[in-house]
């Protein structure tokens, strides 16, 4: 079925353009930016950090109609391309678990209320007891991922497992943090790029998802 794409027609990313150009999809992705990364944005994330030090809470998630996802809510793009940045993006996303629990090694002594937002509890035997916030809301992502595939292809893929570079501590604690930290904000701020651009590139309920 074909919609009606009028130029009116707006979405998460601004205006929807049919057959968009290169600067129409630069225009999508900057109201993108504007939307999901602005300084308010940004600092009401901040703000809202202790609260969840105290409380946390999952987000929740728009109710998706996963039957409705096709390949006429991608823009501009092939949908091979597509498929590929998709399983570019789970292969990322994969193993959860390893990461939240390096990470909660390296903030455990220094920062033990983002440690436990971040990879949750564990006894005196090393096993999770709680989960962190952070896991939460990052272990829906590859499933979603995959759902999404599976959609769109009929086809079920399996993500690579990679390995995760583990807890690997010196004799300078702070030091190891502040490495491991901005490897982590690298990856995640690469991860949000990604996702704008996907967004950008998609209509419906696929840029729900994604959103
Ligand atoms: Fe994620």
């Known amino acids: 079925m074909l919609i009606s794409t009028s130029p009116l027609t707006e979405d998460l990313a601004g205006q929807l353009y049919p057959q968009p150009h290169y600067l129409q999809t630069q225009r999508r992705i900057k109201s993108l930016i ?24 999952p987000r929740p998630w728009k109710q998706i109609d996963w039957q409705v996802i096709n390949y006429n809510q991608i823009i501009c793009i092939k949908p091979e391309v597509f498929l590929s940045v998709l399983v570019g993006a789970l292969d990322t996303e994969a193993p959860i678990r390893g990461y939240t629990q390096t990470s909660r090694q390296y903030l455990e002594n220094l920062h ?6 971040v990879g949750g509890t564990v006894d005196e035997n090393g ?37 995760v570079r583990g807890y690997l501590p010196t004799d300078d604690p702070h030091e190891d943090l502040y490495c491991h930290g901005l490897h982590r904000v690298a990856t995640e701020y690469g991860a949000t790029c990604l996702y704008l651009w996907l967004m950008a590139h998609t209509t419906g309920t696929l840029q729900d998802i994604l959103a």
């Open 34 to 57: 504007d939307r999901y990364l602005s300084h308010e944005q940004l600092c009401d994330r901040l703000e809202d950090l202790p609260l969840q030090f105290q409380n946390p809470q």
């Open 127 to 163: 096993n999770l007891t709680e989960l962190g916030l952070w896991e939460k809301e990052e272990r829906q992502h590859t499933p979603t991922l995959l759902k999404i595939y599976q959609q769109l292809t009929g086809e079920k893929i399996t993500p690579t497992l990679r390995t």
């Open 112 to 117: 033990p209320q983002m440690a436990r937002f």
